[in-house]
């Protein structure tokens, strides 16, 4: 890089489900910008998370894990994961030292080392891993060519995370500055309170239910005095499902909703006064209307 010259560009985050690409972009961006979750394709739609810094711009896209997809909505997440490989400045490839390579691992590896962007392997967890299990992953990458770098990280701990930053700076072709030094995401507020609903919804949910949760923000308007009022459905697949996410005597939703509430109040930087609603949508994963609806498209 050029003393003065600014530099910026795209970065996609991709690996399977759960490997930590979500939180790596909120460590990256030092903000929670993306949701996280224990549950795999938590993320559904491509995000960007911004980092300016004097001398770069970098703007992070992550991804929904790419996964054999089974319904509408999984195949339109795999294809908006599949887009974000275009035209970027370098691509980070997530793995877990946590579970070790899997074949899903090489066989998505096969398919980055065929792209044309530098590609840097990212090994995350290594808070949860041994040393030797993480020596013996470097050594496995190793044997292929095309990677420019490999780096153990722990997303969780930031350990790692600022040497990343470095070293993906030192890929950045001069550029302008796309966005604004103070923005850190391209997600408009209200999205990211849905996800932080979806979240908080995702941590308290078993099976298959997290998988057919869907959040739409009806309505959002502040009052005169500040307050936010929020009303918010829930969508989920089955009256069962609906049951279990109302919870006894509406135990549940009130656990939801009130974890969300300080979240999004954070975010908001104002109080807020959230209302939930939870209706039957069955097979919406596989409606384009209700997929519209929800902004997945
Ligand atoms: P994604 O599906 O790839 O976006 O993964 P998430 O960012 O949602 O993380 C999946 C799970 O892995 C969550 O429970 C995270 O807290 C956890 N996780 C992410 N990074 C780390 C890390 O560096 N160390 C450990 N121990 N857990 C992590
Ligand atoms: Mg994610």
New binding site residues.
């Given amino acids: 890089m050029s003393e003065t010259a600014f530099h910026s560009g795209f970065i996609t985050i991709i ?12 460590a990256l961006v030092r903000e929670k910008v ?5 549950k ?4 559904r739609s491509n995000m960007q998370g911004i980092v300016t810094r004097e001398h770069y711009q970098m703007i992070f896209v ?1 991804t ?2 790419l996964h054999a997809a089974r319904t509408r909505l999984g195949a339109y997440m795999v294809r908006v994961a599949q887009s974000a490989l275009e035209e970027v400045e370098a691509v980070v490839f ?1 793995v ?1 030292a ?1 579970s070790g390579l899997r074949p899903q691992d090489m066989e998505i590896l096969q398919k980055l080392l065929a792209g044309s962007a530098p590609l840097v392997v990212c090994i ?5 891993a041994s040393q030797a299990r993480v020596a013996e992953m470097i050594q496995a990458l190793a044997a292929y060519d095309g990677i420019a770098d490999i780096v153990p ?5 930031r ?1 790692g995370v600022d040497a990343l930053e470095v070293l993906l700076a030192e890929k950045l072709p001069e550029g302008p500055q796309y966005f604004p030094g103070d923005m850190l995401t391209d997600q408009p507020e209200r999205v990211i309170a849905a996800e932080l609903i979806r979240e908080k919804a995702l941590y308290r949910l078993r099976d298959e239910i997290p998988h057919g949760i869907g959040v739409e923000m009806t309505q959002i308007k502040t009052r005169e005095n500040g307050m936010i009022d929020m009303h918010v459905t829930i969508y989920c697949e089955r009256a069962s499902h609906k049951g279990i996410l109302i919870g006894k005597n509406g135990a549940m939703l009130k656990e939801i909703g009130s974890a969300a509430r300080r979240d999004i109040e954070l975010l908001m930087g104002a109080p807020v006064n959230l209302q939930l609603w939870v209706k039957v949508q069955p097979d919406w994963r596989n409606k384009p209307a209700m997929l519209r609806e929800l902004g997945y498209e």
């Fill in positions: 690996g399977r489900p759960n490997v930590g690409k979500s939180t790596l972009l909120n993306a949701i996280v979750s224990p795999p394709q938590t993320t992550d929904p894990g997530l877990d946590a995350n967890k290594i808070d949860a990280i722990s997303a969780r701990t350990d």
